[in-house]
């Protein structure tokens, strides 16, 4: 991959990674609530979730779901269910700068999952494979685009779960908290809309 092709791929995957979204909400909810070490396995989970997610694309299976009506509509009525119950435990949780009562962050395997039905992130691996590898050099090029894209992941979610937990004093009284969970349950259901439209 040339190093024009490679800084491309690296603003893609930044601003792909950094702008808000539901790992995103989810990561700044689970800050406030949790704490930056409690958000650890969340965090670690997107990490590895979405590069295996990249990986499995690069093979050829984003493509055959994208191009399947069905498989893509299953896709993102799952998504909007598990999106649904993630709003629903954001909802409920805490919050605050105690956040040990009710509720608990995602595990690692709950955030990796999430990623294989978050229409958004299988879209944009779908969208940096087209774009930023090359079939005459196609393993070369999609391991550079797999290391620029979990930089930017990891970049993504430190900052995220950061943001949430410099909230947490804020936050600290009950009320506070609870409003600012609700807000950003609502949020995530609101990320529900582009998810459902068609998008044939």
């Known amino acids: 991959m040339s190093l024009q092709l490679a800084l491309a791929a690296a603003m893609f995957c930044f601003a792909g990674a950094l702008t808000p979204g539901p790992n995103n909400v989810m990561l700044l909810a689970s800050?406030?609530?949790?704490?930056?070490?409690?958000?650890?396995?969340?965090?670690?989970?997107?990490?590895?979730?979405?590069?295996?997610?990249?990986?499995?694309?690069?093979?050829?299976?984003?493509?055959?779901?994208?191009?399947?009506?069905?498989?893509?509509?299953?896709?993102?009525?799952?998504?909007?269910?598990?999106?649904?119950?993630?709003?629903?435990?954001?909802?409920?949780?805490?919050?605050?700068?105690?956040?040990?009562?009710?509720?608990?962050?995602?595990?690692?395997?709950?955030?990796?999952?999430?990623?294989?039905?978050?229409?958004?992130?299988?879209?944009l691996a779908v969208s940096a494979v087209a774009a930023f590898t090359r079939p005459a050099d196609f393993a070369a090029t999609l391991a550079v685009l797999l290391t620029v894209s979990t930089v930017a992941t990891i970049v993504s979610v430190v900052v995220w779960t950061l943001f949430g937990t410099s909230l947490r004093q804020f936050l600290a009284d009950a009320r506070k908290a609870r409003v600012f969970n609700v807000v950003m349950a609502a949020l995530l259901l609101a990320s529900l809309y582009p998810m459902l439209r068609e998008a044939r």
């Not at 650890?40 to 493509?63: C, D, E, K, R």
């Not at 994208?66 to 949780?93: C, E, M, N, S």
């Open 31 to 123: 800050g406030v609530n949790f704490g930056f070490a409690r958000s650890l396995p969340h965090m670690t989970g997107i990490v590895a979730g979405y590069a295996f997610l990249l990986v499995m694309v690069g093979m050829g299976l984003g493509q055959t779901v994208i191009d399947h009506p069905l498989a893509f509509q299953a896709l993102r009525v799952g998504g909007a269910v598990y999106l649904v119950w993630l709003a629903w435990k954001i909802a409920t949780a805490t919050g605050g700068a105690k956040g040990e009562g009710r509720g608990k962050p995602l595990t690692f395997f709950e955030a990796a999952a999430f990623q294989w039905v978050n229409v958004k992130g299988v879209l």
